[in-house]
């Protein structure tokens, strides 16, 4: 009907009005037939178009009337209000002007996945649906990620695992030193040359051997220094003998002229210096207590007649010092004071060092 257009309508109508005039009154009449009918069907789909609108508005607003089964069993009728949702709850309208508030957490399953499908309630009713096991494993399923692992080397044999890495190569390096510095050790406690000593601790593999045997043999003890000991203690004992010789003058009924007699009294003796007193390491063990109690008399500032003439002579890994006072003690050293001319110097003398230790006179 609507598929010519109104123009070529009117044109087709042209040419019968030259010709018939009985043809003009029928092509009049069918023109008014044909706008009058357009005009009314256009009409109506518009009426059609706006009722559907407003029905379309008032949906909007509201769910149709339906029947909704609550929780504690009742089944509510009534249309939801979803322009009153809210976190509490929505309206209802079970009635002409009746309305009533009912929480979310009262509502089936059903009809709360049903409510989740409109826009406006959603975001209510969503906490309140409970997940079906298939979604509650997804949610909280872990994904648990495998770490990176190192690969572990091949096996093989300790010391040749020592020497592939570099903490092993640190370990026995550790061990090497620490063995010649035990070396080193023994022979300073053992006075044994430390060069002999720490150079066979040198040896690899051999080498942790010679701190074992040189501390399991005695200390040496050194002939020299006993012999010129005994020699000094003896001396005096063999100059008395040369004093005694026999004087002619002192014999018994020797003449003596002019009865002059000579003095027969005896020469006093020349005191003879104290004996040395040596300690070895080894037989003593060097601290402070042993300081503290053999040499108290080296700590005062004045001593005593008996002891003012007697020096300590240290005998250290650094050479040989001669002192008259210990100025300073602690637990691991002591501060020797040596005299230099007429100027005096302390030095200090760690106890791990010293290999002897000789009380005699300062004459001696």
């Known amino acids: ?20 005039p009985s043809a003009f009154g029928r092509l009049s009449f069918s023109y008014s037939f044909r706008q009058i009918h357009l005009l009314s069907h256009i ?25 909704y089964k609550l929780t504690t069993g009742e089944t509510l009728n009534g249309e939801v209000l ?24 009262s509502f089936s399953q059903d009809d709360l996945k049903t409510f ?48 592939s890495s570099i903490v092993g190569l640190f370990a026995l390096l550790l061990v090497y030193g620490a063995t010649i510095y035990a070396g080193y050790e023994v022979a300073i406690f053992r006075a044994q040359p430390p060069l002999l000593v720490a150079g066979l601790s040198a040896i690899p593999g051999l080498g942790i051997l010679a ?21 000094q203690a003896a001396a005096p004992q063999a100059a008395a003998p040369v004093q005694e010789e026999v004087n002619p003058m002192h014999a018994d009924g020797a003449a003596h002229p002019g009865a002059l007699k000579l003095h027969t009294d005896a020469e006093e003796a020349k005191p003879a210096h104290p004996e040395t007193i040596t300690f070895q390491r080894g037989q003593f063990t060097f601290n402070r207590r042993f300081f503290e109690t053999k040499f ?69």
């Open 296 to 364: 108290a008399a080296f700590f005062g500032v004045i001593r005593r007649d008996k002891e003012k003439d007697l020096v300590l002579v240290i005998k250290s890994s650094r050479g040989e010092f001669i002192g008259q006072r210990i100025s300073r003690i602690a637990a691991s050293d002591l501060h020797l004071q040596v005299q230099h001319g007429h100027a005096t110097e302390e030095m200090l003398i760690p106890f791990q060092e010293i290999q002897e230790i000789r009380l005699k006179h300062k004459d001696a």
């Open 116 to 163: 989740a499908k409109n826009q406006r309630m959603e975001p209510f009713v969503q906490p309140f649906i409970e997940p079906n096991p298939e979604e509650k494993i997804k949610r909280t399923e872990v994904d648990i990620k495998q770490p990176q692992r190192w690969e572990r080397p091949p096996r093989q044999s300790l010391l040749g695992a020592m020497f």
């Open 211 to 231: 701190p074992i045997i040189f501390l399991s043999m005695p200390t040496r003890l050194k002939g020299g220094a006993q012999a010129a000991d005994t020699a």
């Open 43 to 67: 009409a109506v789909r518009t009426r059609y178009l706006i009722i559907g609108c407003l029905l379309c508005g008032l949906l909007a607003g509201r769910v149709c009337a339906e029947a």
């Open 82 to 105: 979803a322009a009153s949702a809210n976190d509490q709850g929505v309206q209802v309208k079970i009635g002409e002007g009746q309305y009533q508030k009912v929480p979310w957490a």
């Open 1 to 20: 009907m609507f598929e010519r257009p109104i123009i070529p309508l009117l044109q087709d109508s042209i040419t019968p009005i030259t010709h018939s």
